[in-house]
C-alpha cells in the first residue's frame, strides 16, 4: 500500500492521478464518439433532404431564385443600414466628446494633421502672393 502512495508534484497520490486520467480519457473518447455519430446523421439527413427536396427546388426555381436574390437584397440591405447607422453614432459621439474637451482617441493625431494643413496652406498663399508678384512684375517691365 505504501507503494501506491507515491506523490507527484501535486501532492496527490499516484493511483488518484491515474484514475483521473482514465476518467478524463474515458469521457473524452465517449463525447468524441457521439459527435461523430452525430456528425454521420446530420449528413445522411441533409443528402436524403437534399434528394428529396431536388425536384421541387427544380419546379419552382423561377419564383425561388427571384425570391432568394430579393431577400438578400433586403437583409443586405437593413445589415448595411445598422451599419452604417452604428457608425454615425460612435462619430457623433467622438465629435460631441472632441469638441467638449474630453480628448477622445485619435485626438492628438486629428490635431497634429490639422496643424500640418493650415501650415502647409500658409506656405502656399505665401509661394502664390510671390509668384503673382513676380509675375505682375515681369509683365510690367516688357
Known amino acids: 500500500m505504501a507503494q501506491n502512495q507515491q506523490y507527484y508534484g501535486r501532492g496527490q497520490p499516484q493511483q488518484h492521478q491515474l484514475s483521473h486520467q482514465v476518467a478524463k480519457t474515458t469521457a473524452a473518447v465517449t463525447i468524441g464518439g457521439f459527435l461523430m455519430v452525430l456528425s454521420g446523421l446530420t449528413l445522411a439527413a441533409t443528402v436524403i433532404g437534399l434528394v428529396l427536396a431536388t ?20 437583409f443586405a440591405g437593413f445589415l448595411a443600414s445598422g451599419g452604417f447607422g452604428a457608425s454615425a453614432s460612435f462619430v457623433f459621439y467622438w465629435m460631441y466628446r472632441y469638441a467638449t474637451g474630453k480628448h477622445p482617441i485619435g485626438a492628438d493625431e486629428l490635431d497634429r494633421a490639422r496643424e500640418k494643413l493650415a501650415h502647409t496652406a500658409h ?8 509668384f503673382g508678384q513676380h509675375h505682375i512684375k515681369g509683365s510690367q517691365d516688357t
Do not use: G, H, T
Not at 506656405?123 to 510671390?130: A, I, L, S
Open 55 to 74: 425536384p421541387l427546388l427544380v419546379i419552382f426555381s423561377p419564383v425561388l431564385v427571384p425570391a432568394a436574390i430579393a431577400l438578400f437584397l433586403i
Open 123 to 130: 506656405d502656399m498663399k505665401e509661394k502664390v502672393e510671390q
